[in-house]
Each structure stands twice: as structure tokens, then as C-alpha cells.
């Protein structure tokens, strides 16, 4: 599978405040959170759904990568999504699989890199649920 994706039952709020501080453990940082119901509301189109994209980075991680294939930026930084589940409500958290997007750049000497950082973040995510 593609995407790694819990639920749990905190907030929309109270989900991305303890998946930062999670990150912040591993030495990810949130660069950025992307609501994309404000910026869609904004544009004048009907979507209701509380959906955030976090853009989270380690530094250090993404220059030893980008070091050994720059094409590896195409999916810099790492993406987190929170969401309110339309059918549950419940609060979604998820993200696109490291070790999936990876193979896109067809270079197997990056695959334990790949995994690592998935596992690091699924355990960030395990954490804030």
C-alpha cells in the first residue's frame, strides 16, 4: 500500500499538536500546515471537510538525500495529512509511504534510507494517537 493512515479519537487541534511534538523528538520540523478547506473556501469553492497537509522536515536527513539523487526533492519535504473523516468523523492521520515513493526514482541504494525515515514517522504518528 501506497499511504500509512490511523485514526484516533483527539481533535483535528489536539492530533497535530501531539504529532508536533512527536516530530520533534525525531528532529522533524512542521515547515508548513496547508488547510486546504480555508484555501478552497477562499477560492470560492464548497468544501467543508477540515483537511490539513503538514510539510515536515529533517534537515539533516533531506541533504544526505538530496546529496546522492536530487530527484528526490520531487516529494521534499514529507507530507502529513490530518483530516475529519467524512463517513467516521473521526480524525485521520496519514501520510504517502517513504519507501513507495522512493521507487519512483529507481535507485535501489536508497531503499534502507527510504525505510528508515518511514518508520520514523509512522512511529511519530503511532505516538500521537
Not at 23 to 41: C, H, M, N, P, R
Not at 54 to 75: D, I, M, T, W
Not at 88 to 94: H, L, Y
Request: proline residues 4%.
Amino acid at each position: 500500500m501506497f499511504h500509512y493512515t490511523v485514526e484516533t479519537d483527539k481533535t483535528m487541534e489536539e492530533a497535530i499538536q501531539s504529532l508536533e511534538a512527536s516530530l520533534k523528538e525525531e528532529k522533524f520540523g512542521v515547515l508548513w500546515q496547508f488547510d486546504i478547506k480555508e484555501t478552497l473556501q477562499k477560492k470560492g469553492f464548497d468544501f467543508d471537510q477540515p483537511y490539513l497537509v503538514l510539510e515536515v522536515c529533517n534537515p539533516k536527513e533531506a541533504q544526505r538525500v538530496l546529496s546522492e539523487n536530487q530527484l528526490v526533492g520531487y516529494f521534499l519535504p514529507c507530507k502529513i495529512v490530518v483530516y475529519e473523516d467524512k463517513v467516521s468523523g473521526k480524525t485521520k492521520i496519514g501520510m504517502p509511504r517513504p519507501t513507495a515513493l522512493i521507487q519512483m526514482v529507481n535507485e535501489g541504494d536508497l531503499n534502507d534510507f527510504a525505510a528508515d525515515i518511514e518508520d520514523r514517522l509512522i512511529a511519530c504518528i503511532d505516538n500521537s494517537i
